[in-house]
């Protein structure tokens, strides 16, 4: 039986995510920006929590966390944080490590940059990566610990999964990542069919997520600073795609 997958919102823009095994009942919330909505999804699965993957220190990530470990008594898997800002952890996950949510096997990629804690979640079996602040839907997270070469090295790993891995970000952002990227390639056929499936999704009121990471590579201009004609819209042909991609996630900074 095929994981079951479900996706709301939390706070103002960070998405809650809660991954389901029918063979063991197992449940695990990727992050726990806030108990409320996760309590609520659980409800109406009438799913129990039994474990919490978290993404990075970040309050919006793991503000949930403490309520949520009270009420389930689940197991918190997080990263090796030297900030030492999560709470209640159980267990550290690092890089190649395999942990399983019942009989879910899930890999873990360390993706440092926008923290330097940063990990993401890969369900192989699933074909869903669980990539938080690192890469999202048209964009990716700032640099706020890290340098660009690290966080470009981040980004490759995450673009090195397969075409029809399906992407779930931490945050609704993707229209306004859709504009920046027009403003760079503005003739982008994959950028702009995603423009028009994004509108649509957001009149309607409806998540953008998860993308595919086929679609990612194709119009996410910060996969592409290795792109020769990236470059050259950015006038920095010969440089390296760090320097390219530092340059985009710079422009964006102030867009
Ligand atoms: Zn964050």
Same mark, same amino acid.
């Given at each position: ?179 920046? =990227? &027009? ?5 982008? *056929? @994959? ?8 509108? /649509?999704? +957001? !009149? ?28 050259? =819209? &950015? ?5 390296? *795609? @760090? ?8 422009? /964006?900074? +102030? !867009?």
């Amino acid at each position: 039986m095929a994981a079951e997958i479900r996706t709301f919102t939390c706070l103002n823009d960070n998405f809650g995510y809660l991954i389901h095994d029918p063979a063991t009942k197992a449940t695990a919330s990727i992050d726990a920006p806030e108990a409320a909505p996760i309590i609520k999804a659980l409800e109406r699965e009438g799913w129990t929590l039994t474990d919490i993957l978290v993404t990075h220190h970040h309050g919006d990530h793991v503000g949930g966390v403490a309520e949520l470990k009270q009420k389930f008594n689940c197991r918190v898997v997080a990263p090796h944080d030297k900030s030492t800002k999560i709470a209640n952890v159980d267990l550290r996950a690092g890089h190649g490590d395999v942990i399983k949510v019942g009989s879910l096997l899930v890999r873990v990629l360390e993706t440092p940059g926008h923290t330097l804690d940063h990990i993401s979640y890969v369900f192989d079996g699933e074909k869903a990566v669980f990539a938080a602040d690192t890469l999202f839907s048209i964009g990716c997270g700032r640099v706020f610990e890290g340098t660009y070469p690290m966080m470009w090295d981040s980004l490759l790993k995450l673009r090195a999964l397969p075409n029809d891995t399906r992407v779930y970000c931490g945050h609704e952002y993707t229209a306004s990542n859709v504009k920046f =990227a &027009l403003g760079i390639e503005p003739n982008n *056929p @994959a950028l702009k069919k995603r423009a028009e499936e994004v509108a /649509k999704l +957001r !009149a309607a009121n409806k998540l953008t997520i998860p993308s595919l990471m086929r679609d990612e590579k194709e119009a996410n201009v910060f996969l592409r600073a290795d792109v020769p004609a990236v470059a050259t =819209a &950015l006038a920095m042909s010969g440089k390296t *795609p @760090a320097e390219v991609f530092g340059e985009i996630r710079e422009r /964006k900074n +102030r !867009a």
